[in-house]
C-alpha cells in the first residue's frame, strides 16, 4: 500500500513487539507509583461522599435533594446526561473509527472504552435513586409481572426507552471490552510470574492462544460489534434527548434534540478521554503510544463537534422565535437574559467560543493546553445539561409558580461522588488491565497514520 | 492441540510466517494452524480458512431479538393490559412507540448471540486450560504448525521450507496425553 512519505508514523521509538509488551504491562507487573497511590486515594475518598450521600438519601428521601416543584429534574438528571454523554467517546472511538479504518484509534480505545463503562455506570446511579424508593426500582423500571395482576410498565414512556437503551449500551460495550481484552489478557497470563496472576488471568483469558482460526472468528466479531455499536451509540443519546423532546415543555419540546445531544455526547466524551489520557500518557510514559499526533486529531474533532452544538445553540434561538410560539420564544429569552443568565453565558463560551482555539495549530499540540481546554469542555458541558434542565423547569406557564433552583450539599455529594467512582475505577483498571491494547498495537507498529 | 504430533516454525516476523504458508500450501502440504500475539493481515486466506459463518449467526439472532421486542410490546400493551397514558395510543397505532426498545432488543440480542456462538465455536470458556506451545505466542513470537503425522514422508521439505523462508528455530511437539 502507498504511504505518503510526510506521514508521521503512529507509534514512535521504533519498537519492537516484545518492546510493547514490556511496557504495556510494567504498571501490571510492578507496584504502583506514588502518584497512582495518591490518585487512587483521593478518588476513593470522593467515592466515599457517594456513599454518604446515597444513604442520607435513602434513608430520608428525596426531600434532601433540592429540587422542587416545578423544578423537579436538578443537578441529578443534569449529571445523568452529562455522564452518559462522556460514555460516548469510548464507543465512537472503538466503533465508528474502525468503521472508518482510522489507525489512531488503536492506542487509545482500550482506555476510552473503559471510561464508558465507568461513566454509563455513574449515569445510571441519578435515575435509580431519582425514582425514591430505590429498592423497588425494578419493580417499576423492567418489564416484570406484579403484584397487580398484568399491569405492565408502560412502552409509550420515553423513560422506558431510556432503561432499555441505556442498559443495552452498558452491556454491549462491556462485551465490545472484553473481547478486545482478552488477547491482551492471555499475554499477562504467560508472561506472569506469581501464582495468583497466573489463576486469575488465566480464567479471564478463557484458554485463548492466538490461534489463526480464532483470530480470524475475532476479526469478524470485532467488526459486526462495531457495526452494531455504531447505530446504537446514536440511538442511545437520542432516546436520552427524547426524554426532553417529546414533553410539551417550552425549552425541550424541539425536534432538534436528537441529532444536538448525540454531537454534544461525542463533544463531552472527547473532551474527558482529552483530560484522562494527557495525565496518563505523561505519567505512565505512554508519549511514544499516545503521540501528539493521536491528541491532535482528537481536538480535531472536538473542535468539529463544540461547533456542531454551537450551531445547534444557535438554530434552536432562531427557531424559538420563528415558530411563533411566545412561550417558546419565551422560554429561550429567559435562558439567555434569565436569572440563569450566566449558565448560559458559560455554556456558549466553552462549548462554542472555546474550542475554535484548535484552529491553531500550537493549540492542538501542546498538551498541557490541551489539558486546559478539556477541563474547559467538560465544565460547559455539565452547563449545557444544566441549562437545558433548569431554566426550561424554572419559569412554568404559571408566573405564580416561577421558582428558583440550587442543589444541597446532598447533590453536590453525589456529583462528587460519581467523580470518584469513576476515577477509582479509571485507577484500578490502569493497575491491574492493560490501558492499551497490545495485540492491536502490535499490527501498526510500521504503520502511518 | 497438544494431543497431536507437530513441527513447530518458530518466526518473528509476520511477512515470513506467511511466506512460509505459502510455500507450504504450495508443495500440497496443509498448515495445522499458526498461532500469533497479534492478527496477521490476509494469514486466514493465505491458510485457506474458510470465512466463518459467525455473520450468519449474528443474523439469526439479530431477527431474534426484533421479533421478541415486537412481542413482549404487542404483548403486554396491546393484548394483556391496554393502557391509556396520556391519551397515547395502545392499539398497533403505537407501533411508532416500539421502535426504539426493539432496536434496542435487536442490538442486545445480535451482540450477545454473535459473542456466544464466537466463545462456542472457539471453545472458550472461563477457566479452560491453555494449551500453548511456547510461552511467547501471546507476546512477539509467531508460530507455524505442521502435523507429523499427515505428511507423507515429506518432512524434509517442510524443514526446508520453514528453514528458508526464515523461521528462527523449527522443533518438533511430541504428543502428549
Same mark, same amino acid.
Given at each position: 500500500?502507498?504511504?505518503?512519505?510526510?506521514?508521521?508514523?503512529?507509534?514512535?521509538?521504533?519498537?519492537?513487539?516484545?518492546?510493547?509488551?514490556?511496557? *504495556?504491562?510494567?504498571?501490571?507487573?510492578?507496584?504502583?507509583?506514588?502518584?497512582?497511590? $495518591?490518585?487512587?486515594?483521593?478518588?476513593?475518598?470522593?467515592?466515599?461522599?457517594?456513599?454518604?450521600?446515597?444513604?442520607?438519601?435513602?434513608?430520608?428521601?428525596?426531600?434532601?435533594?433540592?429540587?422542587?416543584?416545578?423544578?423537579?429534574?436538578?443537578?441529578?438528571?443534569?449529571?445523568?446526561?452529562?455522564?452518559?454523554?462522556?460514555?460516548?467517546?469510548?464507543?465512537?472511538?472503538?466503533?465508528?473509527?474502525?468503521?472508518?479504518?482510522?489507525?489512531?484509534?488503536?492506542?487509545?480505545?482500550?482506555?476510552?472504552?473503559?471510561?464508558?463503562?465507568?461513566?454509563?455506570?455513574?449515569?445510571?446511579?441519578?435515575?435509580?435513586? %431519582?425514582?425514591?424508593?430505590?429498592?423497588?426500582?425494578?419493580?417499576?423500571?423492567?418489564?416484570?409481572?406484579?403484584?397487580?395482576?398484568?399491569?405492565?410498565?408502560? $412502552?409509550?414512556?420515553?423513560?422506558?426507552?431510556?432503561?432499555?437503551?441505556?442498559?443495552?449500551?452498558? +452491556?454491549?460495550?462491556?462485551?465490545?471490552?472484553?473481547?478486545?481484552?482478552?488477547?491482551?489478557?492471555?499475554?499477562?497470563?504467560?508472561?506472569?510470574?506469581?501464582?495468583?496472576?497466573?489463576?486469575?488471568?488465566?480464567?479471564?483469558?478463557?484458554?485463548?492462544?492466538?490461534?489463526?482460526?480464532?483470530? %480470524?472468528?475475532?476479526?469478524?466479531?470485532?467488526?459486526?460489534?462495531?457495526?452494531?455499536?455504531?447505530?446504537?451509540?446514536?440511538?442511545?443519546?437520542?432516546?436520552?434527548?427524547?426524554?426532553?423532546?417529546?414533553?410539551?415543555?417550552?425549552?425541550?419540546?424541539?425536534?432538534?434534540?436528537?441529532?444536538?445531544?448525540?454531537?454534544?455526547?461525542?463533544?463531552?466524551?472527547?473532551?474527558?478521554?482529552?483530560?484522562?489520557?494527557?495525565?496518563?500518557?505523561?505519567?505512565?510514559?505512554?508519549?511514544?503510544? *499516545?503521540?501528539?499526533?493521536?491528541?491532535?486529531?482528537?481536538?480535531?474533532? /472536538?473542535?468539529?463537534?463544540?461547533?456542531?452544538?454551537?450551531?445547534?445553540?444557535?438554530?434552536?434561538?432562531?427557531?424559538?422565535?420563528?415558530?411563533?410560539?411566545?412561550?417558546?420564544?419565551?422560554?429561550?429569552?429567559?435562558?439567555?437574559?434569565?436569572?440563569?443568565?450566566?449558565?448560559?453565558?458559560?455554556?456558549?463560551?466553552?462549548?462554542?467560543?472555546?474550542?475554535?482555539?484548535?484552529? $491553531?495549530?500550537?493549540?492542538?499540540?501542546?498538551?498541557?493546553?490541551?489539558?486546559?481546554?478539556?477541563?474547559?469542555?467538560?465544565?460547559?458541558?455539565?452547563?449545557?445539561?444544566?441549562?437545558?434542565?433548569?431554566? +426550561?423547569? %424554572?419559569?412554568?406557564?404559571?408566573?405564580?409558580?416561577?421558582?428558583?433552583?440550587?442543589?444541597?450539599?446532598?447533590? /453536590?455529594?453525589?456529583?462528587?461522588?460519581?467523580?470518584?467512582? $469513576?476515577?477509582?475505577?479509571?485507577?484500578?483498571?490502569?493497575?491491574?488491565?492493560?490501558?492499551?491494547?497490545?495485540?492491536?498495537?502490535?499490527?501498526?507498529?510500521?504503520?502511518?497514520? | 492441540?497438544?494431543?497431536?504430533?507437530?513441527?513447530?516454525?518458530?518466526?518473528?516476523?509476520?511477512?515470513?510466517?506467511?511466506?512460509?504458508?505459502?510455500?507450504?500450501?504450495?508443495?500440497?502440504? =496443509?498448515?495445522?494452524?499458526?498461532?500469533?500475539?497479534?492478527?496477521? &493481515?490476509?494469514?486466514?486466506?493465505?491458510?485457506?480458512?474458510?470465512?466463518?459463518?459467525?455473520?450468519?449467526?449474528?443474523?439469526?439472532?439479530?431477527?431474534?431479538?426484533?421479533?421478541?421486542?415486537?412481542?413482549?410490546?404487542?404483548?403486554?400493551?396491546?393484548?394483556?393490559?391496554?393502557?391509556?397514558?396520556?391519551?397515547?395510543?395502545?392499539?398497533?397505532?403505537?407501533?411508532?412507540?416500539?421502535?426504539?426498545?426493539?432496536? =434496542?432488543?435487536?442490538?442486545?440480542?445480535?451482540?450477545?448471540?454473535?459473542?456466544?456462538?464466537?466463545?462456542?465455536?472457539?471453545?472458550?470458556? &472461563?477457566?479452560?486450560? =491453555?494449551?500453548?506451545?511456547?510461552?511467547?505466542?501471546?507476546?512477539?513470537?509467531?508460530?507455524?504448525?505442521?502435523?507429523?503425522?499427515?505428511?507423507?514422508?515429506?518432512?524434509?521439505?517442510?524443514? =526446508?521450507?520453514?528453514?528458508?523462508?526464515?523461521?528462527?528455530?523449527?522443533?518438533? &511437539?511430541?504428543?502428549? &496425553?
Amino acid at each position: 500500500m502507498f504511504e505518503a512519505p510526510i506521514r508521521q508514523p503512529l507509534i514512535l521509538g521504533d519498537k519492537k513487539f516484545a518492546d510493547v509488551s514490556n511496557e *504495556i504491562c510494567s504498571p501490571i507487573e510492578n507496584k504502583p507509583t506514588k502518584a497512582w497511590w $495518591f490518585g487512587f486515594t483521593l478518588s476513593f475518598v470522593c467515592l466515599m461522599a457517594l456513599v454518604i450521600t446515597l444513604f442520607w438519601t435513602v434513608w430520608t428521601g428525596i426531600g434532601t435533594w433540592g429540587i422542587n416543584k416545578s423544578v423537579m429534574w436538578g443537578w441529578d438528571i443534569t449529571n445523568f446526561v452529562f455522564w452518559i454523554g462522556i460514555g460516548h467517546a469510548g464507543t465512537l472511538i472503538s466503533a465508528i473509527l474502525l468503521l472508518f479504518r482510522q489507525k489512531w484509534r488503536l492506542s487509545i480505545n482500550r482506555s476510552a472504552e473503559a471510561m464508558t463503562i465507568f461513566a454509563v455506570m455513574c449515569a445510571a446511579i441519578f435515575p435509580l435513586f %431519582h425514582m425514591g424508593r430505590v429498592w423497588v426500582g425494578p419493580y417499576w423500571a423492567l418489564p416484570l409481572p406484579n403484584a397487580f395482576g398484568s399491569l405492565w410498565v408502560n $412502552f409509550n414512556s420515553p423513560l422506558l426507552w431510556d432503561v432499555f437503551a441505556i442498559s443495552t449500551y452498558f +452491556s454491549v460495550s462491556l462485551l465490545f471490552w472484553y473481547l478486545g481484552l482478552i488477547p491482551d489478557i492471555a499475554t499477562i497470563r504467560d508472561r506472569a510470574k506469581t501464582k495468583a496472576r497466573k489463576f486469575w488471568y488465566g480464567i479471564f483469558a478463557m484458554g485463548w492462544n492466538g490461534s489463526a482460526r480464532t483470530w %480470524h472468528r475475532y476479526e469478524v466479531v470485532s467488526l459486526i460489534l462495531a457495526g452494531i455499536s455504531t447505530p446504537l451509540v446514536l440511538s442511545v443519546h437520542t432516546i436520552v434527548s427524547m426524554d426532553f423532546a417529546t414533553s410539551v415543555i417550552p425549552g425541550w419540546h424541539t425536534t432538534i434534540f436528537p441529532p444536538y445531544f448525540v454531537a454534544g455526547a461525542i463533544f463531552s466524551g472527547f473532551g474527558m478521554v482529552l483530560t484522562l489520557l494527557v495525565i496518563a500518557r505523561s505519567t505512565m510514559k505512554l508519549e511514544n503510544y *499516545i503521540t501528539i499526533g493521536h491528541l491532535e486529531a482528537m481536538t480535531k474533532i /472536538v473542535m468539529l463537534t463544540g461547533s456542531m452544538v454551537g450551531l445547534a445553540y444557535i438554530t434552536e434561538f432562531f427557531i424559538a422565535w420563528y415558530s411563533g410560539v411566545e412561550y417558546e420564544q419565551y422560554a429561550f429569552l429567559n435562558r439567555a437574559t434569565g436569572p440563569y443568565w450566566w449558565a448560559y453565558a458559560t455554556m456558549m463560551f466553552c462549548n462554542l467560543v472555546a474550542p475554535q482555539v484548535f484552529w $491553531f495549530k500550537w493549540c492542538r499540540t501542546t498538551p498541557w493546553f490541551i489539558f486546559f481546554m478539556s477541563i474547559i469542555v467538560n465544565i460547559g458541558m455539565w452547563f449545557e445539561r444544566f441549562v437545558i434542565i433548569v431554566t +426550561s423547569l %424554572h419559569r412554568d406557564y404559571l408566573p405564580s409558580s416561577w421558582v428558583m433552583y440550587g442543589p444541597t450539599w446532598v447533590e /453536590v455529594g453525589m456529583f462528587v461522588g460519581t467523580m470518584g467512582l $469513576f476515577f477509582t475505577f479509571f485507577f484500578l483498571f490502569s493497575k491491574f488491565l492493560p490501558v492499551i491494547n497490545m495485540a492491536e498495537v502490535k499490527v501498526i507498529l510500521k504503520s502511518k497514520e | 492441540m497438544l494431543r497431536k504430533n507437530l513441527i513447530i516454525g518458530v518466526y518473528k516476523e509476520p511477512d515470513k510466517l506467511i511466506d512460509g504458508v505459502i510455500k507450504l500450501r504450495k508443495q500440497g502440504i =496443509e498448515v495445522f494452524d499458526c498461532f500469533t500475539p497479534f492478527p496477521v &493481515h490476509n494469514l486466514d486466506r493465505e491458510m485457506g480458512i474458510k470465512r466463518t459463518r459467525l455473520t450468519v449467526g449474528a443474523f439469526i439472532c439479530g431477527s431474534l431479538g426484533f421479533l421478541s421486542g415486537l412481542v413482549l410490546q404487542f404483548g403486554m400493551m396491546v393484548f394483556d393490559w391496554p393502557m391509556n397514558i396520556g391519551g397515547k395510543p395502545d392499539s398497533y397505532l403505537m407501533l411508532p412507540s416500539m421502535v426504539p426498545v426493539t432496536f =434496542e432488543l435487536t442490538i442486545l440480542f445480535t451482540a450477545f448471540g454473535m459473542g456466544i456462538l464466537f466463545f462456542y465455536k472457539s471453545r472458550m470458556l &472461563h477457566g479452560v486450560r =491453555e494449551d500453548i506451545l511456547d510461552i511467547r505466542q501471546t507476546d512477539d513470537t509467531l508460530l507455524l504448525t505442521v502435523e507429523a503425522d499427515k505428511l507423507n514422508g515429506n518432512k524434509q521439505d517442510v524443514l =526446508e521450507i520453514l528453514k528458508n523462508t526464515g523461521a528462527i528455530d523449527i522443533r518438533d &511437539h511430541i504428543r502428549q &496425553h
